[in-house]
Structure formats: C-alpha cells, structure tokens
C-alpha cells in the first residue's frame, strides 16, 4: 500500500487502541478510520480490550496525529460494515484487528471479502455464525423469575419484576436488548449477566453493571409453569438426544428451570411412548388455573421459531363463560399491533358475517390457535405467513389451556390451521365443514374457511364461498339456540 497525504507513520510507531467497551463498534470504526488514513499498516497497532492492562499498552504510542486533509475517504462496504458491527460483539480479543485487517485490505482489493478460501474472510464468517447463534440462544433460553418487589413503595404497577440470569458467550447483550424491549415492551425486567445488566421499567432501557448468579432470584411458578410445559410438549416417540443437544446445548441448561426434568423424561421415554396419545395432553390438575396466567405465559413462549419473531403473543378475549369459542390460525399484522385478535381486514368480514348470522361477537370468546404473527418481510411490509403443522402442534397446548378454562359448549374453527390446532390433525375444510365433531369433553367443533380465504377471492368464486361461510355460522347459530334451549 502507498502512503497517502502528507503526514507518513512515524517510522517503527506503535499504536495501542484500547477499546472502552468490549462491542463499541463505533468507536472502533472512527479509530480504524484514522489509522487507515494515516497508512498505519495492521502490524503496527495493538487492540486491547476494555479494562485490560499490560505492557503493551504501556510502551505503545497512543497518539496518532489527525489523518491529512486530503487523505482519501476510507472504503468500507455496507456489508462490510454490516458484518463488522456483529462480528465486533465476538468474544475473541483478536476480533478488532481482524476486521482491521479486512478494511486495509479493502483499500487496496474492494473485492476482498468475496475469496472464501481466505482465513481472514473464514475467521469473520465463522464469528459473525458464533454471535448470530449466541444471540438466538439467549432470545430462546432467557428464563425470567417473578420477582416480590415493594408494592407499597413503588406503586402497585412495580410489584411485578421480572429478573432473568443468562451467561453469553459473546459480547450480545447490547446487541439484543431491542428483541427483548419489544418482545416484553409490557412486562419490568432486567436480564442480569457477567457482561453487564440491562433494566427495562416499561417506559426505558438502562444499562447496569456485570452481575453474579447470586444476584438473580431462583424459582417461581413460573418455573413450574415452564416445567409443566415442556413435560407436555415432550414428545419420547420423537426424541433424539443429538438433534435435542444441538438445539439446546448442555451448557444453557444450568439456568433453564425445565430442563431438571430431562433425564427422567429421557429415561421414561420408552415407557411413555407406549401410553401417550398425544404429546399435547397433560393432566387437567397442572394446567394454569387463570387465563391471565396463560396471556403471562405466552408472552415468555418461544418453543417455536415463530415465538422468535419479534411479535408479541395475543391472547384471546372474550367472556370466560362463553358457550361459543372462535378459533382463527394466528394473529395477523394489525393483531400483533393492537394486542388483540381478528381486528384486522378478516375479523371486520367476520363481524360482518356474525352480526348477519345472529352471533354476538361480544358474548364470543374468540382466540387463535397459534399466539404469535409469523409473517416475512417484503421491503418495509410483514406479509402473512402460514405456520407449519408442527408450529400449530407446539402452539396446542395454550388453546386446550384456554378451552378447558372457557369450557365452551360449541368451538368454530375457521380454516384448515384452527381446525388442525383444535383436532390435532389434516382437516379438509370442504369434506368436514358445517357439522359438528365430538371433542371429548361433550363440546362439539364446528370448521368453517377462514375470512382470509374469502378475502382473497372476488367475483362468483367469493359469492358461492360467502353463501357457504354463512350457511355454517347460521348451523352453528341454530346449534347455539338448540343448546340454550331457546
Ligand atoms: N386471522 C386470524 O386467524 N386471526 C386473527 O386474529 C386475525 C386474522
């Protein structure tokens, strides 16, 4: 590389950079900046962690003199800047002077990034993998306890915290405190690590020092609650300790309350395999006794990728006692943004359709079968996407929680998602629409199209599936008048 400008590196300088916060990317990049325009070529810099000391540091010339006024501008892709602000959070203390490396080397080769087969390109591929999947980890192993904290002095909204305890391997906390935020935006909680803590009272995020174990409560219910759930959705005929450890390595589970229950669960799998009938059944005594303990629970839920998502859970609403339980397949866009369900384009066809039908929406208790929106972006717009039969699956366990507490005497499952979450099943909705199915428990199903399928069609086709939807909801209106004995 040339010397560019005036002002050349002192010739044998030195130059110590220490970091004043382990992820503090822009500092760096304003450091890296500098020293790039003063053609201080990477062996002549040593990075230092934050709070490290030594003689390195002591001997290094620290002073670089500004860049010269017509030093060239630096070039850095977005990629590369991209890459660099996550491999930054990585843990490995050469992080800094490799991307430094990189972005010299970009000055000369902008095409540098692209050779795979370069160990400094594999070194920051394999550390950006290293923090993405630290990052998911904690989005998915977080497990927060309620905390008693003082009502009397802080005003009845305090009295619930929330703290949770998580060991990162990388430098991430920072880094995902905006999930975290929007995820439990209603929720105060502050997740405690050795990195640093992070307190979010509802209203603003601050930042507090490394904490221990010690200083994070242990044991709630729920704990028990996470306990029980994951004793349902535990399914032996399935296991796979490879695929299980993968997933969930060893080293998350010593702050992860459910996982005390896997070595008898893994022992008894053979056993059970035998009796289970579904993974979704658990004994009526440990299901929550409260539908605002499941609307607390399914906010914490990410048992599937769609709880990784960055939407928040929507719980049904409606009269506990209600004899009519609706059952759509999941939020959409405008549910995860109000917090509550068919608010949207689907749920004003389907007040529509009701109001015509005779069904008070008021007197209906109307939820989804999957909690969350899960949906791709597409530019700045979340586009809807279905959930998989093992997402509806997973997703089981709250519905029959909210069904055995509403204990509803009839459920309308709009489409084949509701229909699966409430039968555990492929159900076709033009063989099993508009007659009743025996649920068990003397309740009956009823499955109807979903208004979003009606929304998607026009002309004929949409007039002789309105005509089929209204004769449905007008069964289960019939049916309803039958069972009160009107
Ligand atoms: N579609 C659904 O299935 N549920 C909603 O809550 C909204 C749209």
Redesign the pocket.
Known sequence: MTTRGKLKPRLGAFYAVQLPEADDFAFWRERARGLVQCDVPPDRIAWIEPGATGSLFASGDTRLSPPPSDARAVRASKAFVQAAQTAMCHSDPDRFGLLYRLLWRLQGNPRALEDRADADVRRLDEFIRQVRRDMHKMRAFVRFRLVPTDADALGPEAAEHYVAWFEPEHHILRANAGFFVRRFANMRWSILTPQGSLHWDGDALCEGPPAQKADAPAGDAMEELWRRYYASIFNPARLKIGAMLKEMPRKYWKNMPETALIADLVAGAQGREATMIDAGAIAPEDRPDSLSAIDKAIHMCRRCPIGELETRA?MGEGPQDADLMIV?????DQ?DLAGR??V?P??HLLDEHLEQAGIDRAATYVT?GVKHFKFVMRGKRRLHQSPTAKEIDTCRWWIEDERALVKPKLVLA??AS?ARSMLGRTVSISRERGRAHGLGDGSELWITA?P?YLLRLDGAGREEQERLFDADLAAVAGRLAELAGR
């Open positions: 929507v759509g397949e999941q939020p959409g549910e369900p068919f949207g689907a749920g989804n709009l489409g509701a979903h979003s």
